[in-house]
Structures are given as structure tokens and as C-alpha cells.
């Protein structure tokens, strides 16, 4: 085994693989490690002959499914730079995408190729297609002689993958993350999740998020197993899925448990093998969460989790016992990740203070592809995240809100979040996002956005009367405006760019 200082990925995920086990499940067809193993190996054979270059990027383009897994497994083990593009990118966006990187290599499906002939054909850019992808299935004993040899890396420099940022407030950046990143962030997840080969994860989230990725890297690297769904509207076939493959694991953001907590038959459901839920990529409402607390079996456990990309995926994690004393609370850093809230001079605060939570670990990633001086959350080291928040007495720390998502109405500097949450606390409402408006005479004012429950009707006066009991009156909304749905992303986060448009 190569020194961990020199040790790729791709050996780090498949170290506890067994062969004949099963890695993948998607629509009922399952996929051997042996069988991954031999596609991810078909994958680099196919770079080496397009002259693919070490640390080279390659760019991805795919729904989840086992082309997907064994693309970025191939990318990695042969020294290149995997990059991971949202599936549902229009051409211009994929244009846009492939020039930021200098991506001259694309993994795509074959079902995407239609959409995209036009700008492969006039980029020139290489392509490597579902359909000529080899299914070698690899036995227990393969012949090493004629295995292609892993990249020898330096794990702590080299990069294995550029993860895009969410883009939930403006426009996405690459990360650069390094295999070190990753190696760190998967091992400490599998510690405080005690998963093992034995753990089943049902997979709803995108695998180019970086928290579908670290569903991927951790049960690669315990030897268990996901089972891919790609249509969570039709949630009834997630479910009966769970429950027909004996799925050990759900994870998810804030919008896929309200998705669930609205479908009545998600709580008639037994979920006998269900262990570990996972929350995380935005505050789920406390009442959310007590709601499926009650709902899951004895069994199960819930983490609620924080995290960035920039910090490869995961920072913090609140442990299932303190899910009611510590209501609200991100927990505290994961193993291997210190969290401080500290002053604007990076002074650490004393417990009640609000100031910006900043991150120090191996998994915090290199910095982006095009880094801006003037905006840059790397510094000495360390991750200064933009969220702010503060630490109790018992050092769990609580998130007030991104430091850039505010309001100041009447000169006042009011969180976003603290309109929202004020808003979630009314069952009627299934979701909320806050926007700032030009008003006449506060200057800006918030403006809310919500969505009910199904099956509900309430005024929009009964949401500003319930907003002036919780709310100071210049953080009250000007304007309510009801919607079907938020404008998300392909993480599932709402896209307060988008509402600032609404007319």
C-alpha cells in the first residue's frame, strides 16, 4: 500500500471493497465492486488513449448511476482531475463551465448527447460516451499484471476532483479539493456514523453536490452499498425502494424531508433496517425535525449536519442524544475539524457572542480555481465560512445567518434567516426564503416568499399578524407572496437570485 502521504483516492475508496459484493443499485440492476472496478479501469484505459495528461480535468456529465461512479473513480486513478457538472446545465452553462476549467474531456451520458451536440462539435472537445463504456466484470484474484497501475499522487497537494459551490446567492466557483480533502472528510463521516459494509444508503442527492459525493465516498470506503434514485417527485417509488432494498441510510437537505413530511404514506412505513438519517445543506425547522423524529422507527438515529464544499463536505455534526437539548444547534466540529466563532479581527468570542464561524482541518480544500483577493475564505489555513453564529456554554454553536444574507430596513441589520424561521413557525407553511426590496420609507424591506402545506389556505394578513407577535416591526415583511415552490438548484437550495427577480 503506498505511504498515506502518497496514497490516491481511488485505492483509499476501494481498499475495503469486496468483489462479489454489491456496490450500486439503480432501477433494480445491480453493480458489483468487481464490475465497478472493471469499468473505472475501462475509464482510464479511454483517457490514456485521448492523451488525457496527469492532473488533467475531466469534466462529468451524467444523472447518478454507475457510468457516473466509475467515471470518477477512472478520472482519479489515473492521476486527472475529476469535475463534476450539474446534469441539467443548458449548452450556454456548459460552455461556460467547460472554458472555467479548461475541460478538453467530457464523460457523458448518452442520453445527454443530443442536448450538447452542438457545443461538442463546434468545442472539439473529446468525448467519452455511456455507450462504448466497457462491463468487465473483475473476479476475486485479477491478473495485476494487467490492471492499469494507480497514479502515484502527492495527496496533499494534488487534486482529485473541482466540486462547483452551490451558487445559491450568485455565481458558482470551482473548489479545488485535493485527495487529501477527501480522504480526511470520509473517515471522520464513517467514524461518527459507525458505517460499515453491512450499511445500505438510499441515494436522492446529485453526486456533482458535494454532499451526494460524500454519500458516495463513505460507503465506497466502508464497503457498503447506495441505491440510486433520480426521480425524487415521485417520492412513493423512493419509499418502496427503501423499504424492497432494506436501505440503512437516507440523507438529505432541508426541502427533501419537507417533501416527505408531506406524503402521507412516509408515515405509515416501517423502514425495519433504517439506521442513520442524515440532515444537512440548510436548517431544517425545529418543528420539522421534532415532526420526524417522531416518525422514524425506534432505531434509526438522526444527524443533523453542517458543512460547505469548500470544506470538501462535512464540519459539524449534532449527535442524536442532544437533538431536543441542544434544539437548533449545528453540533460541534466533526473528528479532525476545529470550529471557532471568532471577531472580525479572528479573535475567538466568548459563549453568546455573534461573530463568523471558522473551520481548521485536513478538509478544508485548497482554494478555488479562480481565487478573488478580495474575497477569498481561505486564509492562514483556515475556512472562514460567512455564516455567522455563536457558541453556548456547552461549545455547540448555533447559526444566525450568512453574513451576506441580510436586510437593513431603516438602517437596522436584520437576518434573512431570522425573518424565515419566524415565518416556519407556523405549521401552515412548508417552506419560506426572504428577499430584500427597494421600499419608500425603511429603504429595504423584506419581502417573503412562501409556500403552504397541501391542503391548507391562510391569508396573507395572518402571516404578517403572526410575523408582528415574533418580529421586531421593522423586520416584518412588506409583501407576502405565495408560490407552489421555491426555485431551487439541483442541491435542492432555494435560489434567492431568482426570487430578487420576481416582478
Known sequence: MPESGSMNLFDYLLE????????????GVTTTYGE?????????????????????????????????V??????????AVAAPLPSRLTADDLENYTKLIRCRTLCIDDRLVTRYERLITESGNQVLKSAIMPFKTRDSAPDTESRPITASVDSQKDLAALMFTSGSTGQPNAVRVTHQNIMANTGAIIAYLDLSQDDRMMTVLP????????????????GGSLVINNYFQYVEDVLNEMETFSCTGLAGVPSTFQSLLNNKSFRGR???????????????ADRYIEDLRSILPGDARLFISYGQTEATARLSYLP????????????????????????????????????????????????YLLPDPAKNPFRNGKLYTGDLGYVDKDGYIYIVGREKDFIKPSGYKVMAATIEHAIL??????????VGVPHDQLGEAAKAFVVLNDNVLITAETILDHCRKKLPIYAVPCDIEFMTALPKN???????NSLKQTP
Not at 70 to 79: D, F, N, R, W
Not at 428 to 433: H, L
Request: with cysteine; net charge negative.
Open 70 to 79: 466509475a467515471c470518477y473513480l477512472g478520472i482519479i486513478k489515473s492521476g
Open 16 to 27: 475495503n471493497a469486496d468483489l462479489q459484493r454489491i456496490a450500486l443499485i439503480e432501477e
Open 207 to 222: 453526486f456533482h453536490y458535494c454532499f451526494g459525493t460524500s454519500l458516495l465516498h463513505t460507503h465506497l470506503r466502508a
Open 36 to 68: 465497478l472496478l472493471g469499468m473505472a479501469e475501462g475509464v482510464e484505459r479511454s483517457l490514456k488513449a485521448c492523451g488525457t495528461g496527469f492532473q488533467e480535468k475531466v469534466g462529468i456529465l451524467a444523472e447518478n448511476s454507475a457510468f457516473w
Open 425 to 434: 413557525d407556523m405549521p401552515e407553511i412548508a417552506e419560506a426564503a426572504i
Open 320 to 367: 442524536p442524544e442532544k437533538l431536543q437539548k441542544k434544539a437548533g444547534s449545528i453540533g460541534k466540529g466533526i473528528p479532525g475539524v476545529t470550529l471557532q466563532v471568532v471577531d472580525k479581527t479572528g479573535v475567538p468570542l466568548e459563549q453568546g457572542e455573534i461573530g463568523e464561524i471558522v473551520a481548521e482541518g485536513d478538509n478544508i480544500a485548497a482554494g
Open 490 to 496: 439541483s442541491a435542492g437550495k432555494v435560489m434567492k
Open 270 to 284: 416501517r423502514f425495519e433496517a433504517l439506521r442513520n438519517v442524515q440532515q444537512a445543506g440548510g436548517k431544517l
